[in-house]
């Protein structure tokens, strides 16, 4: 079993819709959260992060934290065709120092 | 804004040559990861630096050695390069070494074996 894992999708959504994306993560003392989005042979960039319960905002975007629960999802309101990217979500595992683990990416297609 | 950067961005070697990847963190940030991403794979970490220290490794291998400069900047080395080591490598940089910093990722290296 992974410790971060996601869907692999493809995920496919109408443009304007809101697409949703989850993650689980196996180690329950986890602190920071990260969601990033990938472009096909580009680099990640940051979206995200989230280190408290609950839910965080930004622009389109919105991060949502349950620890009990080990789950953590990214909610992208009014998807457009260029959002279409695979997103990763990374977590700092607990006594893994600082580097990122990430889970194998959900690939998200925005559609006409 | 200043991002990081990585150079060369691709690099083309034969099996048991060698290479070195240069990495440029963003200003101010102290801290430099590098992370492995083979096709279709998600990013795996190798090794990072603080303050100049190597502060965490990976699965990193003994081929490889990584070092951080005064300046800040990271450099790479992979010597007897094999046909598996062709990937994309990211370097990555922070404010600090706290997990709670953000992570940022320069543009990569594509590196071919052949």
């Known amino acids: 079993q992974k410790e971060v894992e996601q869907n692999s999708g493809p995920l496919s959504v109408p443009e304007g819709a809101i697409a949703s994306l989850n993650c689980t993560y196996s180690?329950?003392?986890?602190?920071?959260f990260f969601w990033y989005r990938q472009y096909s042979g580009k680099s990640p960039e940051l979206i995200m992060s989230?280190?408290?319960?609950g839910d965080k905002e930004d622009g389109r975007f919105t991060a949502q934290l349950n620890k009990a629960s080990q789950y953590v999802s990214l909610l992208i309101r009014d998807s457009q065709p260029s959002d279409s990217a695979t997103y990763l979500c990374?977590?700092?595992?607990?006594?893994?120092?600082?580097?990122?683990?990430f889970g194998t990416g959900t690939q998200l297609k925005v559609e006409l | 804004a200043a991002g990081v950067i990585q150079s060369p961005r691709h690099l083309i070697k034969e099996k048991r040559e060698t290479a070195t990847l240069k990495c440029y963190p963003i200003?101010?940030?102290?801290?430099v990861y590098w992370y492995q991403q083979g096709p279709g794979q998600d990013p795996q970490f190798l090794i990072s630096?603080?303050?100049?220290?190597?502060?965490d490794k990976g699965s990193i291998p003994d081929r490889f050695s990584a070092q951080q400069f005064s300046d800040y900047h990271s450099e790479l080395n992979m010597s007897s390069l094999e046909l598996g080591d062709s990937a994309l490598y990211f370097c990555?940089?922070?404010?600090?070494?706290?997990?709670?910093?953000?992570?940022?990722f320069g543009p990569g290296t594509r590196l071919t074996v052949t």
């Open positions: 989230i280190y408290s319960n």
């Open positions: 200003p101010r940030h102290d801290t």
């Open positions: 990555a940089s922070s404010l600090g070494a706290d997990p709670f910093y953000e992570q940022y």
């Open positions: 180690d329950r003392g986890s602190q920071s």
């Open positions: 630096f603080y303050e100049k220290m190597q502060s």
């Open positions: 990374a977590v700092v595992l607990t006594g893994g120092g600082n580097k990122l683990t």
